[in-house]
């Protein structure tokens, strides 16, 4: 429709009204019939994820108040805004957060949670509930059911989905590729096949029935017989993947030491978190952070989750885990870590690091020029440390969690302590375990 007014020459110039005009008026008639007045965005899964959240509230005879990253402001009704409308109450506190706090998210996709908790329970003047706000919590109250990672890899796959059944024109009329029949999702699956690995197929698989409970539909996946043996046929030809990140093991430690000029304050910083992440099976998002405006002092890493046993002679460090990817839930749990062998001891590594960074707030590990350590930083640097050293291999930052594991078992650690010191909560961590091929070999001596 947009396209056919880009056509005007003069204001009396005809337009022929061609059938995707027509098309779109159809559209505009269903969308507008169905629309429930609240969110514009027909499908949830395509709204932007959120970069920063603000909380914000506001009860009808009191006040409001808002909350941002640890940060909060609370307020009473003036006489005359006593008078407004819940409206004016709900958008007041969002106004003056912006006010306060918008240099925070320049640049930033912001999401508003107005919660409207003061009225949800109570009866509206009528008598009845307010089905309007009601609907709103529920919504948020839908959307949190998944973590935010996960919403946002749910929305790549819901993407493609909707693209690729756009193609085969199968979209209904609302727009909606849900609900979607199991022959649709053979085929996604099939065409996903030619450059994506069967794992990866089975999480896309899984924003699909995300996008499905999203608007209110069952669960496509449930008893798809046809798909299940589609996704085994996929996972045969192309194979099982090669494990490709290599662990850091406590010979390669050795080398990340030697290479680190301890007289400069990033390179002890980089020791400390290195040693941190090793001796306590650390995923990487549970000690680094993405940026200063990613910081959440309740689920990163800060000084004040450090402590230990006796400030002149420590033997022992203990480290809060606030939140991780098994704990989504942020319930917490402590790491305990004992002191090492030097040079390979985290409790001395973090100690020096400590006595230079300070206890003043913020992310647990700062560069310099106040960046806190990334995981790009920490891989790239990683990866600068081997290749310098002549050491091949793939490294990641995941790869401390898995040298920890892989060298416990080489050493002889009972497998159910394994499990402990990384907190899997399955078999999970026979994974993690890389047996070097020398070891295997020698094992043939004991055959005969």
Not at 372 to 382: E, H
Request: charged share 15%.
């Amino acid at each position: 429709m947009i396209d056919l007014l880009c056509c005007f020459r003069r204001r009396d110039h005809p337009i022929r009204l061609n059938t995707q005009f027509h098309l779109d008026l159809q559209w505009w008639h269903k969308f507008l019939s169905d629309w429930h007045g609240v969110s514009f965005w027909l499908f949830p899964g395509l709204s932007p994820e959120a970069d920063i959240e603000l909380s914000s509230d506001a009860a009808g005879s009191l006040g409001y108040g808002a909350f941002l990253r640890g940060l909060w402001f609370t307020g009473l009704w003036s006489p005359l805004q006593a008078q407004q409308s819940v409206a004016y109450k709900e958008l007041f506190p969002v106004v003056v957060a912006a006010h306060i706090w918008g240099h925070m998210w320049s640049l930033l996709t912001a999401g508003f949670r107005g919660a409207a908790v003061s009225y949800l329970s109570s009866p509206s003047a009528s008598g009845g509930v307010d089905l309007s706000a009601l609907e709103l919590q529920c919504q948020s109250f839908l959307c949190q059911g998944l973590a935010p990672s996960t919403r946002r890899s749910y929305s790549t796959a819901q993407s493609k989905f909707i693209a690729f059944c756009h193609q085969l024109g199968v979209l209904h009329s609302s727009g909606s590729p849900c609900p979607a029949d199991e022959w649709t999702l053979c085929l996604f699956a099939t065409f996903l096949a030619k450059t994506v690995q069967h794992a990866s197929i089975k999480v896309y698989l899984s924003g699909v029935r995300a996008l499905h409970i999203d608007q209110g539909f069952s669960d496509p996946i449930a008893g798809c017989l046809r798909l299940r043996r589609v996704l085994r046929g996929i996972k045969r030809c192309q194979g099982s993947p090669v494990a490709s990140r290599l662990p850091i093991t406590d010979d390669l430690m050795l080398v990340i030491w030697n290479s680190l000029d301890l007289g400069l304050p990033d390179h002890c910083m980089f020791r400390a978190a290195c040693c941190l992440g090793y001796f306590g099976f650390l995923r990487a998002s549970e000690f680094t952070v993405p940026d200063l405006a990613s910081f959440s002092p309740s689920l990163h890493l800060s000084v004040q989750d450090i402590s230990v046993d006796s400030m002149v002679s420590p033997s022992c460090m203990r480290v809060h885990i606030k939140g991780s990817k098994t704990d989504p839930f942020r319930q917490g749990c402590y790491v305990h870590i004992g002191a090492g062998h030097l040079p390979l001891c985290a409790l001395s590594a973090l100690m020096t690091y400590l006595s230079l960074r300070g206890n003043s707030a913020g992310p647990l590990f700062l560069l310099q020029d106040g960046r806190p350590l990334s995981r790009a930083t920490l891989t790239a640097w990683l990866r600068q440390i081997m290749a310098s050293a002549r050491v091949p291999g793939n490294f990641s930052s995941h790869s401390f969690r898995t040298g920890a594991a892989t060298v416990a078992a080489r050493n002889g650690v009972p497998d159910h302590l394994i499990q402990a010191m990384g907190r899997w909560s399955s078999n999970a961590y026979q994974l993690y375990i890389r047996t070097p091929s020398a070891s295997l070999a020698t094992l043939s001596q004991k055959l005969v």
